[in-house]
T-cell receptor, first 118, second 111 residues
Framework: GAGVSQSPSNKVTEKGKDVELRCDPISGHTALYWYRQSLGQGLEFLIYFQGNSAPDKSGLPSDRFSAERTGGSVSTLTIQRTQQEDSAVYLC????????????????FGEGSRLTVL | DAKTTQPPSMDCAEGRAANLPCNHSTISGNEYVYWYRQIHSQGPQYIIHGLKNNETNEMASLIITEDRKSSTLILPHATLRDTAVYYCIVRTGGSQGNLIFGKGTKLSVKP
């Protein structure tokens, strides 16, 4: 498809289990972002990938959270030993470099993966 | 990146113009103003951005004050489908870093 694709759209898991969330960015987009949004709250930045540079992990809330981006395209966000407070919608976004060389700042978001930890 | 201040909520009558303010008094010379919106249960959607000149596209207009310390997003003829949370963000145009969202303004368009 032409947009950012995330899977699964919904995930229910038990406390203590590990989960993996997947993001397929728009083809050719070099930047990829993960955010999470708890019910009724704003967007919380988690991690940012840009090309082959080291990712900006400054938003990851704990060492239970990790993410990787393989081949500069698909990204997987992994949450180990899930807790109830991890319940949220996890949003992925991608962006591309403007033809002139600078980023325009326009992020394209997926529809998110809703995680519920029981 | 500079911080922004927005009112938590606003109402607008359907068909009227919605004017959403944003203060960014600490904006730097190379920082752009971006607007996104998030309709309930959807991912955020880019609306418009600008540096110092006013900008217009098919969705909205962006008016930036001469001193660049504040801006206004204008939806010229608001519809019920424009009900959403609107986020004002300032960011370096060539930034390769993360985009930080604040709490935004909840716009409610009423019939």
């Amino acid at each position: 498809g032409a947009g950012v694709s995330q899977s699964p759209s919904n995930k229910v898991t038990e406390k203590g289990k590990d989960v993996e969330l997947r993001c397929d960015p728009i083809s050719g987009h070099t930047a990829l972002y993960w955010y999470r949004q708890s019910l009724g709250q704003g967007l919380e930045f988690l991690i940012y990938f840009q090309g082959n540079s080291a990712p900006d992990k400054s938003g990851l809330p704990s060492d239970r959270f990790s993410a990787e981006r393989t081949g500069g395209s698909v990204s997987t966000l992994t949450i180990q030993r899930t807790q109830q407070e991890d319940s949220a919608v996890y949003l992925c976004a991608s962006s591309s470099r403007h033809s002139g060389g600078a980023y325009t700042g326009e992020l394209f978001f997926g529809e998110g993966s809703r995680l519920t930890v029981l | 990146d500079a911080k922004t201040t927005q009112p938590p909520s606003m109402d607008c009558a359907e068909g009227r113009a919605a004017n959403l303010p944003c203060n960014h008094s600490t904006i730097s010379g190379n920082e752009y103003v971006y607007w996104y919106r998030q309709i309930h249960s959807q991912g955020p959607q880019y609306i418009i951005h600008g540096l110092k000149n006013n900008e217009t596209n098919e969705m909205a207009s962006l008016i930036i004050t001469e001193d660049r310390k504040s801006s206004t997003l204008i939806l010229p003829h608001a519809t019920l489908r424009d009900t959403a949370v609107y986020y004002c963000i300032v960011r370096t145009g060539g930034s390769q870093g993360n985009l930080i969202f604040g709490k935004g303004t909840k716009l409610s368009v009423k019939p």
